[in-house]
């Protein structure tokens, strides 16, 4: 379960299109030949409200590997101790440590703060979901930080100086940033919000692709409680059905499905767009 109505604190690295970047019209980069090797399997979350930990270290896994490969760097990387994000994530809001899920800005700061142990030293087990890892772990995860987290969304606080004031140029704004940021081959970490007991999901019977159906409700209207969030990562994208491409950590079967740009671009169904970066300062060792 993702933590949704994150708010904005002034502080956030708003991402920034990249000068001549083009945008291209369609993006998968699970299939992109720029991207062989950058992605594992996917992350089960299970029993645990740890969607957030799970779409977080497969952006961090994702970014790692690339880092790794452009910069020549030999040897295996890490699997990230999710359980590692997930603690580091809920005890920056609160000392009450419960599964309850976070918010995607803790779990990515964590990464840049402490960094990520492997889930070797830190198992992905439910039994310790709320225990603290212990200091060998929080040693080792120095190795492994990210450099930056940038946010694709910050146009959406009413009180920054960017802002709009305009939510339909606001969700244009939160659109285009995705898809130059996939276009980058850069993951994308959000967070999605729609009422317990709606059908939202559906599967596409010639292809078996899980989607989410087109909105129902009238644009940037907010969602009634009861309320369910879930974090996913954006990793891809196509211009001409207007969807894209999540990747999951909820079942095998549907761990790809699209989501229709209407719900990107909408105020209150979506939220908390973020990414990461690895620089060559940031310490990478191969374990």
């Known amino acids: 379960m993702a933590e949704t109505d994150d708010t904005f604190t002034g502080t956030e690295h708003p991402y920034q299109k990249p000068h001549g970047l083009q945008i291209a019209s369609t993006i998968n980069l699970r299939t992109d030949p720029r991207c062989r090797g950058f992605f594992e399997d996917c992350f089960q979350q299970g029993q645990m409200g740890s969607c957030v930990a799970n779409a977080t270290a497969a952006c961090y896994l994702f970014e790692l590997r690339k ?17 590692f994000i997930y603690y580091n994530a809920r005890i920056a809001l609160s000392q009450n440590i419960a599964d309850r899920g976070c918010f995607i800005r803790h779990a990515f700061r964590s990464l840049e703060k402490y960094g990520v142990c492997s889930e070797a030293s830190w198992p992905y087990d439910k039994l310790r979901t709320n225990d603290k890892p212990p200091d060998a772990c929080f040693q080792e995860a120095l190795e492994h930080k990210i450099s930056t987290h940038e946010r694709l969304d910050v146009h959406r606080n009413a009180k920054g100086p960017d802002s709009t004031l305009d939510m339909d140029a606001d969700g244009d704004i939160v659109l285009e940033n995705l898809r130059s940021c996939l276009s980058e081959c850069r993951p994308v970490v959000f967070s999605l919000t729609w009422k317990i007991g709606d059908a939202v999901w559906d599967r596409d019977r010639p292809n078996g692709m899980w989607h989410i159906h087109a909105m129902a409700k009238t644009r940037h209207s907010k969602v ?7 974090a996913v990562m954006a990793v891809g994208y196509d211009d001409n059905s207007k969807h894209v491409l999540c990747q999951n950590s909820m079942g095998v079967s549907k761990f790809l499905f699209w989501i229709p740009y209407d719900w990107i671009t909408d105020f209150y169904a979506t939220s908390d767009f973020w990414t990461m970066k690895i620089s060559l300062q940031t310490p990478t060792r191969i374990s």
């Open 67 to 83: 880092h790794n490969v452009l910069n020549s760097i030999p040897g295996e990387t890490i699997i990230p101790s999710r359980l």
């Open 224 to 230: 009634s409680l009861p309320k369910a969030a879930h």
